[in-house]
């Protein structure tokens, strides 16, 4: 009784894992789908509003889902106190505190710092070419990452519950 109990537990267990590594993958997909919207909000912002860079990010924060509104409300908290910390620096300090627990890969998160310190150094018309470049770049990882997620996430879910139920003959 107890033999089939603990089967059941590792066929479930090894399910449980392939499901979580195919879930992970469609959450870093919305992630960088809201990575997009952020880039849209920011370019409307600078480029309509011609709001300065902590307003933008103020008024982002409103728009946005967690965790990229608690990103964009510190971005805009921190700015606000002129420590004296460039934008790269304060960007890199607020995605590793604050993004540290999305799905984002560390790729994602390089890139969304590199983003952020060119950001800060470059007046409206070349923030907005930083966007907008950064914005292509994002799209094909978009792309990457979504044809990745419908080529891998099934796979990932039926070889965890084979890789269960293979281990399970193997106790059996």
């Given at each position: 009784?107890?033999?089939?109990?603990?089967?059941?537990?590792?066929?479930?267990?090894?399910?449980?894992?392939?499901?979580?590594?195919?879930?992970?993958?469609?959450?870093?997909?919305?992630?960088?789908?809201?990575?997009?919207?952020?880039?849209?909000?920011?370019?409307?912002?600078?480029?309509?509003?011609?709001?300065?860079?902590?307003?933008?990010?103020?008024?982002?924060?409103?728009?946005?889902?967690?965790?990229?509104?608690?990103?964009?409300?510190?971005?805009?908290?921190?700015?606000?106190?002129?420590?004296?910390d460039t934008l790269g620096e304060i960007f890199m300090r607020h995605v590793q505190e604050d993004l540290k627990?999305?799905?984002?890969?560390?790729?994602?998160?390089?890139?969304?710092?590199?983003?952020?310190?060119?950001?800060?150094?470059?007046?409206?018309?070349?923030?907005?070419?930083?966007?907008?470049?950064?914005?292509?770049?994002?799209?094909?990882?978009?792309?990457?990452?979504?044809?990745?997620?419908?080529?891998?996430?099934?796979?990932?879910?039926?070889?965890?519950?084979?890789?269960?139920?293979?281990?399970?003959?193997?106790f059996f």
């Open positions: 009784m107890f033999k089939i109990v603990g089967l059941l537990l590792v066929v479930c267990g090894c399910t449980a894992m392939g499901l979580s590594a195919g879930n992970e993958m469609e959450r870093r997909i919305r992630e960088l789908r809201e990575l997009l919207k952020l880039l849209e909000i920011l370019e409307g912002e600078i480029g309509y509003a011609n709001a300065a860079l902590a307003e933008a990010f103020r008024h982002g924060a409103r728009r946005m889902a967690e965790p990229f509104s608690g990103f964009l409300e510190h971005m805009a908290e921190h700015m606000d106190e002129f420590r004296g627990g999305t799905a984002l890969c560390r790729k994602d998160l390089d890139a969304l710092t590199g983003f952020g310190e060119q950001l800060g150094y470059l007046d409206v018309k070349m923030q907005l070419a930083a966007i907008g470049l950064y914005k292509e770049q994002l799209t094909h990882e978009y792309a990457r990452a979504r044809e990745d997620c419908r080529k891998n996430s099934k796979l990932y879910r039926c070889l965890g519950l084979m890789g269960g139920l293979f281990l399970a003959l193997i």
